[in-house]
């Protein structure tokens, strides 16, 4: 990680009383560069962005723009603007008087607040409304004024604290996209609170992924979503399909030993620090392909054989409920197979994430036969 971001936060830690809420954060994010931190509710990712605001300081740790430390400085004082969850608009004030009101509290002439606030409307699409107030407006029309007014003050940084949360899924992905090609078009530095995976994805240079106060991988959206370094994060990128296999390293690939619910396989280690053993195995169901019982099934990666227990049609695909051996899993299909009907799951190698178990037990030794088949 570069060491001369143009924000840097810096061995961060923070608490709630004796409850500790951050640990040991470091980021370093560019200028001009979206970096989201995703994790469910109470894993610290808005407390680390009201820390980075001002709103509240760290037990530790440092923070800096552009190389000067702000770790001490009040809110106002830091470049800084925090659009929130909930508008925060003044519901007595109009658009134009609350997109100002940053403007106001800094003493700028009349005449160039006007100015501001009209370019502010223009570029956010809210012209003819600056007359009217937050209670005749709808739920995107009150974001864009309040991302409006953070943006009137000409910020060097903007926060935004899960902004899309209080909006309605069809605008949401309207107005998400919008935000992205305004931060790209100002060159702004964005920092974005969200919970939500996709969003996260099509938004982001950046994905900062937040468990229990402490960074659990960061990295381009591509790269966390393929490349998973922690069963946690693989689940909380959509992998939430989780088996228990068996097996054990041998040169570059990792050896799987056949199992209640699986036929033997061999899938590369793809730089994966695995051992010998017991191992978490996760996938995504539209990573699943799902075949007949009878239907042969080759390639690289794994197979298990189970039953459909039930389907359903979320849209575009067909879903299903698999139960293999003791455990039941999701795996999407083209067509509907029928419940009991006998099936085979395939994954392909890329599309199977192993990670060592914590308390594995050692697995059997893995050799070849001289007919070359593996025995376990």
């Not at 143009?6 to 061995?11: A, H, I, W």
């Not at 370093?28 to 962005?49: D, H, P, Q, Y």
């Not at 994430?353 to 594995?360: C, R």
Request: aromatic share 6%.
């Amino acid at each position: 990680m570069s060491q001369d971001g143009f924000l840097s936060v810096r061995s961060i830690a923070g608490a709630y009383g004796a409850t500790r809420v951050l640990e040991d954060i470091n980021l370093e994010i560019a200028r001009g560069e979206f970096v989201a931190l995703l994790g469910s509710s109470g894993c610290g990712k808005t407390t680390l962005l009201r820390t980075i605001a001002g709103f509240i300081s760290p037990t530790a740790g440092s923070i800096s723009v552009a190389g000067k430390d702000v770790t001490r400085l009040p809110p106002d004082k830091r470049g800084m603007a925090l659009v929130f969850q909930s508008y925060a608009l003044w519901p007595h004030m109009t658009v134009a008087q609350n997109i100002g009101y940053g403007l106001k509290l800094r003493g700028m002439p009349r005449a160039e607040i006007g100015a501001r606030v009209s370019a502010m409307e223009t570029l956010l699409g809210l012209d003819g409304l600056g007359a009217r107030k937050p209670a005749a407006l709808s739920g995107g029309q009150r974001q864009r004024v309040a991302l409006g007014r953070a943006l009137a003050i000409d910020p060097e940084i903007l926060l935004l604290d899960e902004p899309l949360s209080n909006l309605d899924a069809r605008i949401r992905l309207t107005v998400r996209h919008e935000l992205r090609a305004l931060q790209k078009r100002l060159g702004i530095t964005a920092i974005h609170v969200t919970h939500d995976r996709e969003e996260a994805m099509v938004m982001a240079d950046r994905i900062v992924i937040l468990d229990a106060g402490r960074i659990a991988q960061q990295g381009a959206p591509e790269e966390v979503y393929n490349r998973p370094t922690s069963a946690f994060v693989a689940a909380f990128m959509g992998a939430e399909n989780v088996l228990s296999l068996s097996g054990a390293p041998r040169g570059e690939n990792f050896v799987i030993a056949a199992g209640p619910a699986n036929a033997p396989g061999t899938v590369p280690l793809m730089g994966r620090r695995l051992v010998a053993g017991a191992v978490e195995a996760r996938f995504r169901p539209e990573a699943a392909q799902l075949f007949s019982a009878a239907t042969p099934v080759v390639g690289p990666g794994i197979t298990f054989l189970g039953e459909v227990t039930a389907v359903s049609y979320p849209g575009g695909h067909w879903r299903h409920s698999v139960r293999l051996a003791a455990h039941e899993i999701m795996a999407d299909a083209s067509r509907a197979f029928e419940p009991g009907e006998a099936v085979q799951v395939h994954v392909a190698p890329e599309a199977l994430f192993l990670f060592s178990s914590p308390d594995q037990t050692p697995a059997p030794a893995i050799s070849r036969s001289a007919t070359g088949k593996v025995h376990a």
